[in-house]
């Protein structure tokens, strides 16, 4: 017990950094999967066909690809046609991507939950498509989304580590190459699962505060 | 002011409207009564476009309503919904602002001064900035009213208006329709009140089976009415509500 708290003095702050590029790949691409995610829904609803089909292709397509395949194809294949992208932006592009066709769902989900007399009631009122989607499907379909997006967000912390196979100093890594050269498994991958675990706890607690912030009385 | 003229509507094989032939004036109020599934709703969905009907002619003004003209239209007509339909993620003011300002991009301090004045009409003031949840029906159809009165309209669709309503909440919302009216609002009201349509409309339309099977002065349809069938549904109607 007492070695492994000299460990964990020895190791933190070189873990607490891989934490950190964690937390920032995480924000990133879950940004990216957010914004993503709204363009195939939008495009799934779209009155022209072949916008259809090309969210359902997308959608199909990403969703049936291991989420380590589709990083290795964008850091290691794209630069043979020309694209060299540095390793971060790679892990943002790929997991943003993976994760877009889970938030698609997620907001479908909550968009179908809103209110149709709602819709009507600002199709009465003159909004154009445009406004119904900005001023009343969205924001009110992204209440009814969050808890299912909350639930996403800590899936992609945690799958954040695929992204240390392409050479991103993130908190896997960080341990790994720890791990290696000090031979210290046991400490090291402890000190990893704690942090992963506790980088989650606030984002449990921020989906409920939003949602308590978003609540309709 | 507003005009059908042989107004058909099918859903899928069955047919809503069958051959709608009805007439407001400006400054009129008319009221359909009829039995659940007669098509009385589907007529002012059809009037501000929210269904699109299949034949015949509707007309507000001598405009046509075509999918062309409906920006047009719904500027001109409001409509106050059964189940009120106020945004549930924004305050009764910014229900009231969001149409003048985010479809008809009035400035925000103009609009929401007018929201006010509008709120205060249907004495709903005080509760200008709570969220439409924390109302009761009542309260929230009269801010729904409140919310067709700031398009400016020039007549005003209601879909039974007061049919979600607890029934001591109803007289609160005719007395702001009641108004209206006297202040010569064109309406055009679907509603189970008969009470009210005896007391406010000019006219009464009993539509039935998807035409309207009657039709004239509110105290005429509603005291002696000409066919059997008007006969039978306010004797339905009224011993109910004895």
């Known amino acids: ?217 | 002011m507003i005009t059908l003229d042989a107004v058909t509507k099918s859903f899928g094989s069955r047919s809503v409207l069958r051959g709608v032939d009805l007439h407001v004036e400006r400054g009129e109020v008319l009221c359909l009564i009829g039995g659940s599934g007669s098509g009385k709703s589907t007529i002012l969905r059809c009037i501000n476009g929210l269904e699109r009907h299949d034949g015949g002619t509707i007309t507000v003004d001598g405009t046509a309503v075509t999918k062309a003209s409906l920006p047009a239209i719904r500027r001109r007509v409001a409509m106050v919904f059964q189940r009120f339909n106020l945004f549930p993620h924004r305050s009764v003011l910014d229900n009231v602002t969001e149409a003048p300002v985010h479809v008809h991009g009035e400035p925000v301090a103009a609009a929401r001064q007018r929201a006010m004045d509008l709120l205060a009409r249907v004495d709903m003031a005080d509760h200008a900035h709570s969220l439409p949840g924390a109302l009761s029906g009542g309260q929230q159809q009269r801010v729904g009213i409140a919310r067709a009165l700031a398009l400016r309209p020039e007549a005003i669709l209601f879909d039974e208006p007061t049919s979600a309503l607890d029934p001591e909440r109803v007289g609160e919302v005719l007395r702001v329709m009641r108004e209206l009216a006297d202040e010569g609002m064109t309406m055009l009201i679907v509603t189970h009140e008969i009470d009210f349509a005896r007391e406010v409309a000019d006219r009464v339309a009993f539509v039935d089976q998807g035409v309207v099977a009657e039709q004239g002065p509110a105290a005429h349809v509603l005291t002696t009415p000409q066919i059997p069938r008007t006969a039978q549904f306010l004797a339905r109607v009224l011993h109910r509500n004895a």
Not at chain 1, 156 to 162: A, V
Request: glycine fraction near 10%; proline fraction near 4%.
């Open chain 1, 1 to 217: 017990m007492i070695e492994f708290f000299a460990d964990a003095r020895a190791f933190l702050p070189i873990l607490l950094q891989g934490l950190l590029v964690t937390i920032e790949l995480t924000l990133c691409a879950l940004s990216l999967s957010l914004v993503l995610g709204v363009v195939w829904v939008v495009l799934g609803r779209a009155a022209f066909a072949p916008w259809r089909w090309l969210a359902r292709g997308v959608i199909t397509v990403v969703r049936g690809i291991p989420i380590i395949v589709q990083l290795f194809f964008i850091y290691f294949v794209l630069p043979d046609w020309g694209l060299d992208l540095p390793p971060f932006l790679a892990g943002v592009i790929g997991l943003g991507m993976a994760y877009s066709v889970y938030q698609a769902e997620n907001l479908r989900g909550g968009i179908g939950a809103v209110d149709k007399g709602l819709i009507e009631a600002g199709e009465a009122l003159g909004m154009t498509r445009l406004t119904l989607w900005r001023r009343l499907i969205l924001p009110l379909g992204l209440r009814h989304a969050l808890p299912s997006i909350g639930n996403t967000m800590v899936m992609l912390l945690k799958d954040t580590s695929i992204a240390s196979t392409i050479t991103i100093a993130e908190l896997t890594r960080e341990g790994q190459l720890l791990a290696i050269s000090t031979f210290k498994n046991g400490s090291v991958y402890a000190l990893i699962a704690l942090l992963y675990l506790l980088a989650s706890l606030p984002l449990g607690a921020l989906v409920r505060g939003l949602e308590r912030r978003g609540r309709l009385a």
